[in-house]
C-alpha cells in the first residue's frame, strides 16, 4: 500500500486592535505553523523574536523595520476602527474588535519543494467576519452589509489589488521559506516521546493497545498504528484523542484500538513529520497475558465482532 502525505505549511501574521481598557490596544504576531516567531504591543512598542532562532538568524536591521511596520499598522488600525465605528453609528463607551490577519498556505511536496496553495488576508469585526480577499478571483468578498463600501473602494484600486496578490504569491512564499530554513538550520525541530503499550480492556479476553508521541511541535506530525505493516484506521476500530497542546509550545496525540490478548500480530506505532525528516518507529513487545482463546486467530474488534486479517503483510 503506498500513501503519500502533502503537508500544508501555513505563515501568518494576525493582528489585532480593541477598545477595552486593561488590555492592550494593539497586538500584532508572527505565525508559523501555528508556532508563535515574532510579537508586537501597544504597550511594548517594539517587535521582538519568540524563538531562538529568530533572534540568531535575523539581524538588528530587521528588527528595526518590523517595529517601524507595526507602528505604522497600528495607526492604520486606530483610523480604521473609528471610521467603522461611525459607519455603524457606534459609540466609544462599547468594546470594539478589528482583527487583521494575513499569510500564505503552501505545499509541501515529496521532493522537499513548496507550492502556493492559498493567500490569507482577512478582517474581521466584533467577532464576526466582515471583508476577506478571494485569491482565485482576486477580488475583495464582504461579508456582511456594512463592509460593502469597503470592498467596492478597494475592488477599484488596481494597485491594492496588484500588492495584495503580490505579497501573499511571491513575499509572503519567500519569507515563509526562509523561516522554514531557519528553523531546520538551527535543529529546532524537537524529537517526540513515543509510547506504545498495553491496558485493560472491560473484555476479559481483550486488551487496549495505545500509541501516543508527546512533545512534537509541528501540527503536520503523523501518527500511525500498524499490524503486520498494515496501517490501521478508523475501520479497523481504531480512535484518536486529536492533536492536543502540552503548554509548552509542543503537542501530543494518542490512538487506540481494541485487540485480543492472544493475537500474536507485530503491532507498531510510528510517528512521521516529512517536512523536517522525522520519522520514528516503535515496536510493541507482546507481554504473556496469557491465553484465553481456544485458537490464536489475530484480530481486531470492532464492537462486538471480530474482524479477521487474512492475507495482509
Same mark, same amino acid.
Not at 500513501?3 to 477595552?20: A, G, Q, R, S, T
Not at 488590555?23 to 516567531?37: C, K, R, S, V, Y
Not at 523595520?65 to 467603522?84: A, D, P
Not at 500511525?224 to 479497523?236: A, P, T, V
Given at each position: 500500500?503506498?500513501?503519500?502525505?502533502?503537508?500544508?505549511?501555513?505563515?501568518?501574521? %494576525?493582528?489585532?486592535?480593541?477598545?477595552? %481598557?486593561? !488590555?492592550?490596544?494593539?497586538?500584532?504576531?508572527?505565525?508559523?505553523? $501555528?508556532?508563535?516567531?515574532?510579537?508586537?504591543?501597544?504597550?511594548?512598542?517594539?517587535?521582538? %523574536?519568540?524563538?531562538?532562532?529568530?533572534?540568531?538568524?535575523?539581524?538588528?536591521?530587521?528588527?528595526?523595520?518590523?517595529?517601524?511596520?507595526?507602528?505604522?499598522?497600528? /495607526?492604520?488600525?486606530?483610523?480604521?476602527?473609528?471610521?467603522?465605528?461611525?459607519?455603524?453609528?457606534?459609540?466609544?463607551?462599547?468594546?470594539?474588535?478589528?482583527?487583521?490577519?494575513?499569510?500564505?498556505?503552501?505545499?509541501?511536496?515529496?521532493?522537499?519543494?513548496?507550492?502556493?496553495?492559498?493567500?490569507? &488576508?482577512?478582517?474581521?469585526?466584533?467577532?464576526? $467576519?466582515?471583508?476577506?480577499? &478571494?485569491?482565485?478571483?482576486?477580488?475583495?468578498?464582504?461579508?456582511?452589509?456594512?463592509?460593502?463600501?469597503?470592498?467596492?473602494?478597494?475592488?477599484?484600486?488596481?494597485?491594492?489589488?496588484?500588492?495584495?496578490?503580490?505579497?501573499?504569491?511571491?513575499?509572503?512564499?519567500?519569507?515563509?521559506?526562509?523561516?522554514?530554513?531557519?528553523?531546520?538550520?538551527?535543529?529546532?525541530?524537537?524529537?517526540?516521546?513515543?509510547?506504545?503499550?498495553?491496558?485493560?480492556?472491560?473484555?476479559?479476553?481483550? !486488551?487496549?493497545?495505545?500509541?501516543?508521541?508527546?512533545?512534537?511541535?509541528?501540527?503536520?506530525?503523523?501518527? /500511525?498504528?500498524?499490524? $503486520?505493516?498494515?496501517?490501521?484506521?478508523?475501520?479497523?476500530?481504531?480512535?484518536?484523542?486529536?492533536?492536543?497542546?502540552?503548554? &509548552?509550545?509542543?503537542? /501530543?496525540?494518542? &490512538?487506540?484500538?481494541?485487540?485480543?490478548?492472544?493475537?500474536?500480530?507485530?503491532?507498531?506505532?510510528?510517528?512521521?513529520?516529512?517536512?523536517?525528516?522525522?520519522?520514528?518507529?516503535?515496536?510493541?513487545?507482546?507481554?504473556?497475558?496469557?491465553?484465553?482463546? $481456544?485458537?490464536?486467530?489475530?484480530?481486531?474488534?470492532?464492537?462486538?465482532?471480530?474482524?479477521?486479517?487474512?492475507?495482509?503483510?
Amino acid at each position: 500500500m503506498l500513501c503519500i502525505v502533502y503537508y500544508k505549511h501555513v505563515c501568518d501574521f %494576525p493582528l489585532v486592535n480593541v477598545k477595552m %481598557p486593561g !488590555i492592550h490596544e494593539f497586538t500584532a504576531m508572527g505565525m508559523l505553523d $501555528n508556532t508563535l516567531i515574532d510579537y508586537f504591543d501597544s504597550d511594548r512598542q517594539v517587535k521582538f %523574536p519568540k524563538q531562538k532562532w529568530m533572534k540568531a538568524e535575523l539581524k538588528e536591521d530587521y528588527w528595526k523595520k518590523g517595529t517601524e511596520s507595526r507602528q505604522s499598522k497600528q /495607526q492604520w488600525f486606530k483610523v480604521n476602527i473609528e471610521i467603522l465605528m461611525k459607519r455603524l453609528n457606534q459609540s466609544h463607551a462599547d468594546t470594539h474588535v478589528l482583527q487583521w490577519m494575513h499569510g500564505c498556505e503552501a505545499d509541501s511536496q515529496p521532493d522537499g519543494s513548496f507550492v502556493f496553495h492559498k493567500g490569507i &488576508d482577512m478582517y474581521s469585526y466584533d467577532g464576526q $467576519n466582515f471583508l476577506f480577499f &478571494d485569491d482565485e478571483n482576486q477580488v475583495w468578498v464582504a461579508s456582511v452589509t456594512a463592509a460593502k463600501a469597503t470592498k467596492m473602494k478597494w475592488d477599484n484600486v488596481s494597485d491594492l489589488r496588484k500588492y495584495t496578490m503580490g505579497y501573499l504569491e511571491n513575499e509572503c512564499m519567500e519569507w515563509m521559506n526562509t523561516f522554514l530554513r531557519f528553523q531546520r538550520e538551527n535543529g529546532t525541530t524537537p524529537v517526540p516521546d513515543v509510547f506504545l503499550f498495553a491496558g485493560k480492556s472491560k473484555v476479559e479476553e481483550n !486488551i487496549i493497545l495505545t500509541c501516543m508521541a508527546t512533545g512534537f511541535s509541528s501540527l503536520h506530525t503523523v501518527l /500511525q498504528m500498524k499490524r $503486520n505493516g498494515h496501517i490501521l484506521s478508523k475501520e479497523d476500530g481504531v480512535e484518536s484523542s486529536g492533536v492536543r497542546p502540552n503548554g &509548552d509550545d509542543t503537542y /501530543q496525540i494518542r &490512538d487506540h484500538v481494541e485487540i485480543f490478548k492472544s493475537d500474536e500480530s507485530t503491532y507498531t506505532c510510528e510517528v512521521i513529520d516529512v517536512p523536517s525528516k522525522l520519522h520514528l518507529h516503535k515496536v510493541w513487545e507482546t507481554l504473556t497475558l496469557g491465553n484465553t482463546m $481456544n485458537e490464536n486467530c489475530g484480530g481486531l474488534l470492532l464492537g462486538n465482532k471480530m474482524l479477521l486479517k487474512l492475507g495482509m503483510q
